[in-house]
């Protein structure tokens, strides 16, 4: 493990040996309701009518056009986010890609995507800059991560996680020849880092359109373990929230990333980080260790902080998603 010099008040490492994060378990409390809960927010989300329109081209490089599009999620919220699609011939692998706590800027998303003549929605999940706000819902992590948390029914981790529910149905209507192979059989991808590789964990188990997904540094694993540890992500004020309300912790119970990876039963490759200040280290990989279906692990040496060898281990990672999605996509 290389030991970062940093000047954090923590360990961001936590203490933990490689070996001990691979031993760290989903929480043995789940709700028991914790399926049903979940089924029924996605039934919710799959009754709406998206109706996804496409906006202007905004560039096109790497082989990829890339549009600003608008879709409808639940609670008749109107989101926005980005539409990449081949610059040249049908769409043969489709990808519905979550992002980080920071939203998204106008500058749209990366490419290249996981695999060559893909299409894929990159949405900004409700409340999220730059095209994912809300009246109502704050923009900045530290507030967003605490709305509506009084209740199971009205946190907007729920909300989120159906935004990107309705973001695939979106993008099967948009481009219909992913339609055809969902419905053959060919499901779609999910790719997500930090916020967003928590959401997809909650998000994979329930809806049989994706077929795989992959989570890089993902959050909300394992909430009794990570409200006992400092960081300086949104996870501190969910912490410090509970200090003074304890019954939160009834909430985060349906919101645990690594109880809802026990119902994964598809391929998922995880990048987890042996020193992260953001995301600790502990919940990340029991969302790994919890999948209940085909698991693959990459160690990182470090998740939102950067270090000399950032640029390769970012290339690394991203080679990593390619051969993963090569092999599990049809």
């Known amino acids: 493990m290389t030991a970062f010099t940093h000047e954090f008040p923590f360990d961001p490492t936590y203490g933990y040996t490689l070996d001990d994060l691979l031993a760290v378990p989903a929480p043995n409390d789940a709700p028991a309701d914790f399926d049903a809960f979940w089924r029924g927010r996605h039934d919710a989300a799959r009754q709406v009518r998206t109706r996804p329109e496409v906006g202007r081209l905004v560039e096109e490089r790497d082989?990829?056009?890339?549009?600003?599009?608008?879709?409808?999620?639940?609670?008749?919220?109107?989101?926005?986010?980005?539409?990449?699609?081949?610059?040249?011939?049908?769409?043969?692998?489709?990808?519905?890609?979550?992002?980080?706590?920071?939203?998204?800027?106008?500058?749209?998303?990366?490419?290249?995507?996981?695999?060559?003549?893909?299409?894929?929605?990159?949405?900004?999940?409700?409340?999220?800059?730059?095209?994912?706000l809300v009246d109502g819902v704050p923009s900045t992590s530290a507030e967003h991560v605490l709305h509506g948390i009084e209740t199971r029914e009205t946190y907007v981790i729920g909300e989120c996680v159906a935004d990107l529910w309705c973001a695939a149905s979106a993008l099967l209507e948009l481009v219909p020849e992913l339609g055809e192979r969902v419905a053959s059989g060919a499901g779609l991808g999910y790719l997500g880092e930090s916020f967003g590789g928590g959401l997809g964990a909650l998000a994979l188990p329930w809806d049989e359109r994706f077929a795989a997904g992959e989570l890089t540094v993902p959050t909300f694993g394992n909430h009794p373990l990570r409200l006992t540890l400092d960081c300086i992500g949104s996870g501190a004020a969910v912490r410090r929230h509970r200090e003074t309300h304890p019954e939160v912790v009834d909430?985060?119970?349906?919101?645990?990333?690594?109880?809802?990876?026990?119902?994964?039963?598809?391929?998922?490759?995880?990048?987890?980080?042996?020193?992260?200040?953001?995301?600790?280290?502990?919940?990340?990989?029991?969302?790994?260790?919890?999948?209940?279906?085909?698991?693959?692990?990459?160690?990182?040496?470090?998740?939102?902080?950067?270090?000399?060898?950032?640029?390769?281990?970012?290339?690394?990672?991203?080679?990593?998603?390619?051969?993963?999605?090569?092999?599990?996509?049809?």
């Open 63 to 132: 082989g990829v056009r890339i549009f600003e599009v608008t879709y409808d999620s639940v609670g008749g919220v109107r989101l926005g986010g980005w539409l990449a699609l081949p610059a040249d011939g049908p769409a043969e692998h489709g990808f519905v890609i979550g992002h980080g706590y920071g939203g998204r800027d106008q500058a749209g998303p990366d490419v290249p995507l996981p695999l060559p003549r893909s299409a894929a929605i990159l949405p900004c999940v409700r409340g999220m800059v730059e095209r994912g």
């Open 251 to 330: 909430v985060l119970r349906y919101f645990d990333a690594a109880t809802a990876a026990t119902r994964i039963d598809k391929p998922v490759l995880v990048a987890a980080a042996l020193f992260d200040p953001s995301v600790p280290p502990p919940g990340q990989f029991a969302v790994h260790n919890s999948l209940g279906g085909a698991a693959e692990l990459m160690v990182l040496e470090a998740g939102h902080f950067e270090f000399p060898g950032l640029a390769a281990a970012s290339a690394e990672l991203a080679a990593a998603k390619g051969e993963f999605f090569a092999r599990v996509l049809k």
